[in-house]
């Protein structure tokens, strides 16, 4: 009884004190059990991602692996068309006995373009190019494309020159040259004049020196076509493309590309 004479509740352990044993060790469990229930943290895992091997996340490249080129250009075209993490999604589903390591690597480098880092984009290409060389040829014109939807004309120039030296491109020497000049003539006269002054290999000295010439006019070119018909052929490179060396003779709209 309190002092007013009413009675006091009892408490949660008092009243399960009067209680038979069993049914107090019955009670005592079911409140342990709701309070852990209450107090851990819930967990989700319909979110957590699939864990892979660190070794197929991160692949190597193997010398001679033949690129899966249809594999490459399925999950870009999924990229493009749906989103990139649909794209990220079935090219973690890939692994190092279904794709190759090799096209693990292009593919890495490709979504890393595709979703704006150009930085680890340009590295994953390098590695490829540093581990086999039998995807030297992919990696290089991934690298000029980039280069040249990023603006970079010297950059995408240098790379389509580095990647006409390779014998089998001669068969495609013609092609070389007028993507060559047409990246070029995009390059800023100052930019130009700073390569040539750095650059030591004779062929890639006679594009600039063409492309220079080409800006100051007929006589200037015709001079340079001039010194350039005696200097010795090399057997690699592709070489200035004549024909249209010719056909810019009789022009009177020359470029003027800013300094």
Avoid at 170 to 181: E, G, I, K, P, T
Avoid at 202 to 214: N, V
Wanted: charged share 20%; hydrophobic share 40%; with cysteine.
């Amino acid at each position: 009884m309190s002092a007013i004479g009413h009675p006091q509740p009892l408490s949660f352990a008092c009243r399960v004190a009067g209680r038979p044993l069993l049914l107090r060790v019955a009670l005592t469990a079911l409140l342990l059990t709701l309070v852990t229930a209450c107090s851990a943290p819930t967990r989700d895992t319909t979110a957590l991602p699939v864990q892979t091997d660190g070794d197929e996340r991160v692949p190597e490249p193997v010398e001679g692996e033949q690129l899966r080129l249809d594999t490459i250009a399925r999950l870009s075209t999924l990229a493009k068309t749906e989103s990139l993490l649909v794209a990220q999604y079935e090219r973690d589903q890939l692994s190092l006995s279904d794709a190759g390591a090799s096209t693990l690597i292009a593919l890495d480098s490709r979504l890393a373009w595709l979703s704006g880092d150009v930085l680890l984009a340009d590295q994953l290409l390098q590695k490829l190019k540093n581990g086999n060389t039998a995807a030297i040829d992919f990696a290089l014109e991934e690298q000029i494309a980039q280069a040249a939807l990023s603006g970079q004309w010297l950059r995408a120039a240098t790379l389509l020159f580095e990647k006409s030296q390779a014998p089998a491109e001669q068969r495609n020497a013609s092609v070389n040259s007028d993507r060559l000049f047409g990246y070029l003539i995009r390059v800023t006269t100052s930019a130009l004049s700073a390569e040539l002054k750095k650059s030591r290999d004779p062929d890639w000295r006679a594009w600039l020196e063409m492309q220079l010439a080409y800006r100051q006019g007929p006589r200037a070119l015709r001079a340079w076509q001039s010194a350039a018909g005696n200097r010795p052929q090399t057997p690699s490179g592709a070489k200035p493309p004549l024909s249209l060396v010719r056909r810019a003779t009789h022009r009177t709209d020359y470029p003027h590309t800013a300094a």
